[in-house]
């Protein structure tokens, strides 16, 4: 699968991503914020600090990486990360039904 579209909705705190199917699926900017996989983010969580945003946390911009993904720049100022197409799949399945994230 594939994304065709985003569409960020600041108001609500949300991500809307479309995949190629036609399906949609949310994210809020909290779950963005939190999944970030920048080599800090990462750290933490392998030394076992799950990182925990802020519900008040916005998603201030969505920036192409080639053609294989997103960086996001979130209110706190954190744009370090790079969401490939399959890792924002990956977490609105997991979202979806609960795990924590890895």
Not at 35 to 45: E, I, V
């Amino acid at each position: 699968m594939s994304i065709q579209s985003i569409s960020n909705h600041p108001a609500r705190g949300m991500l809307e991503i479309v995949l190629d199917s036609g399906a949609s699926r949310t994210l809020t900017h909290a779950t963005l914020r939190e999944g970030c996989r920048c080599a800090d983010c990462t750290a933490l969580r392998r030394a076992g600090t799950p990182l925990q945003a802020d519900g008040a946390i916005r998603l201030l911009a969505v920036e192409p990486v080639g053609a294989y993904g997103v960086q996001l720049v979130f209110s706190d100022r954190h744009d370090r990360g790079i969401y490939p197409w399959i890792y924002l799949e990956q977490l609105s399945d997991r979202a979806a039904s609960g795990p924590p994230l890895p």
